[in-house]
Each structure stands twice: as structure tokens, then as C-alpha cells.
């Protein structure tokens, strides 16, 4: 069984950035592949980046060019590098394992909690 913590949420205006992080414990971290997607209210569950166990990258086009995934291996923590945020980009931000990964919730096996981001305009 895999746990997955978040951190890194907060308050900031728009243009500012963020850094989201994501220590798991539990598991075989290096051969998990990692993704981050993010929940506004009332609204599905969105992609925004995925990362897999060879350091390949995908990102949502909404975000790409803004937004930057990475993996520490040693510190079995996914990281989520956020610059130029938008007030569209407030959300929940959830973290996830999966052995497939993917832009779909449905690669993943495991779920933190998720990180509060708010963006102002």
C-alpha cells in the first residue's frame, strides 16, 4: 500500500508560483509512474502532468510552458513546479501512483489527499 502526502498549497496572485510536493511512502516509488491533476469545485477531476518512472514528461496543454513535474527518487518525492499561475488554475491538487499513469484517473492506484492552490486576480 502506497501513501501519498501533499504539500505546497497556498495563496498567491496572479503570475506568482508555486511549489507543490508529494512525499510517498510504502511502495516501490522509482517504479511507480507520478501524476498530478487537480479538482476545482463542482468540476471533474482534470490531468495536469504526469511523469513516469524513465523521467518521461506529459503535461495538459493548459499548462504546459507554465507548469513543470520532477521526481527525486532518493527522497520518493513528485514534485510540481507552478510559475505564471493563472486564477483558472485554482483548484485541489492530488497526487498519484500507478504502474500505468497516464492522463487518465484510471492508471493511478493511489491518491493523496490533495493541496489547496488559489490563484487572485
Known amino acids: 500500500q502506497v501513501q501519498l502526502v501533499e504539500s505546497g498549497g497556498g495563496l498567491v496572485q496572479a503570475g506568482g508560483l508555486l511549489r507543490l510536493s508529494c512525499a510517498a511512502s510504502g511502495g516501490t516509488f522509482g517504479s511507480y509512474s507520478m501524476g498530478w491533476f487537480r479538482q476545482a469545485p463542482g468540476k471533474e477531476r482534470q490531468f495536469v502532468a504526469f511523469?513516469?518512472?524513465?523521467?518521461?514528461?506529459t503535461y495538459a496543454d493548459s499548462v504546459k510552458g507554465r507548469f513543470t513535474i520532477s521526481r527525486d527518487n532518493a527522497k520518493n518525492t513528485v514534485y510540481l513546479q507552478m510559475n505564471s499561475l493563472k486564477p483558472e488554475d485554482t483548484a485541489v491538487y492530488l497526487c498519484a501512483a500507478g504502474n500505468f499513469g497516464g492522463t487518465s484517473p484510471q492508471g493511478y492506484n493511489y491518491w493523496g489527499q490533495g493541496t489547496q492552490v488559489t490563484v487572485s486576480s
Open positions: 511523469i513516469t518512472w524513465r523521467d518521461g514528461t
